[in-house]
């Protein structure tokens, strides 16, 4: 079936406006979590959506920062009054149920901040 | 600070010699997974073995963890060009917050 779908591919902004990430994951898969990945770095951890839990967001790294997932599927990485430093590749991943199962990683959206 | 640590952060060799790229971690894990990443793009998952499992073979790789040392190794046979990619683990932790905690890789380059 298909895979995790992350749109758009690339984006670029100018400093101080909103952009917002789409994440598409594999159907029937109930958990969806987003990281950021600066360029020759780790993956850092942003935020983690299980069923119908509260979404675990300890590692949004300011209130700029906000996602949301509707109807248990796809969901949207809202960045307000973007910053230089918010450029990185942001990775939406998916998995069967928890961080216990393997994760299915979307290619990823290039964020450029002029 | 960072859980999982990849050592070494380069690795140059010949094509069809081994590979090996180790993970260090700080805290009691469920399990251990790896991930191979190409051009900065997707991660692909490689295996995922369990803290009850010392040892997993898939193909070409070989994963070993030792949990008494909080380390695993990921070992490539018969490198290929192909292979040319960075190469996280990540760990799932037993308490705490519920999330995959990635390294910052090891770039692996093969050499034709």
Known sequence: GAGVSQSPSNKVTEKGKDVELRCDPISGHTALYWYRQSLGQGLEFLIYFQGNSAPDKSGLPSDRFSAERTGGSVSTLTIQRTQQEDSAVYLCASSLAGTQETQYFGPGTRLLVL | ?112
Request: proline fraction near 2%; aromatic fraction near 6%.
């Open chain 2, 1 to 112: 600070s960072q859980q999982g640590e990849e050592d070494p952060q380069a690795l140059s060799i010949q094509e069809g010699e081994n590979a090996t790229m180790n993970c260090s971690y700080k805290t009691s894990i469920n399990n251990l997974q790896w991930y191979r990443q190409n051009s900065g793009r997707g991660l692909v998952h490689l295996i995922l073995i369990r803290s009850n499992e010392r040892e997993k073979h898939s193909g070409r790789l070989r994963v070993t963890l030792d949990t008494s040392k909080k380390s695993s190794s990921l070992l490539i046979t018969a490198s290929r060009a192909a292979d040319t990619a960075s190469y996280f683990c990540a760990t799932g932790r037993i308490q705490g917050a519920q999330k995959l905690v990635f390294g910052q890789g090891t770039r692996l380059t093969i050499n034709p």
